[in-house]
């Protein structure tokens, strides 16, 4: 399965600190992002949530997917346990 065949994310996370973002990129932390969530604090650290996001076609149809956790000067954002990509 190639990643420009993947049309949607699912991510498994929890967070008892400050959350912040989980970017999807395609071949770089600053390549172009495909797909962004939001996680919010989850009341624990072993709280867990499933999202899921549409995911952009990639520039090149073979290409590595970075995940990028975000929320600057902030510490303890989330854990992530799993992410599935679904097909198109």
Do not use: Y
Not at 8 to 27: C, K, L, N, W
């Amino acid at each position: 399965l190639h990643l420009a065949d993947c049309g949607s994310v699912t991510a498994r996370v929890a967070s008892g600190g400050q959350g912040g973002h989980i970017e999807f990129r395609a071949g770089s932390p600053s390549g172009p992002l495909l797909a962004r969530m939001e996680v919010t604090p989850t009341g624990g650290w072993d709280k867990w949530v499933e999202l899921k996001a549409d995911l952009a076609a990639p520039p090149e149809p073979r290409a590595d997917l970075l995940v990028v956790f975000v929320n600057p000067g902030k510490g303890g954002l989330m854990n992530l346990d799993w992410i599935t990509l679904h097909p198109r």
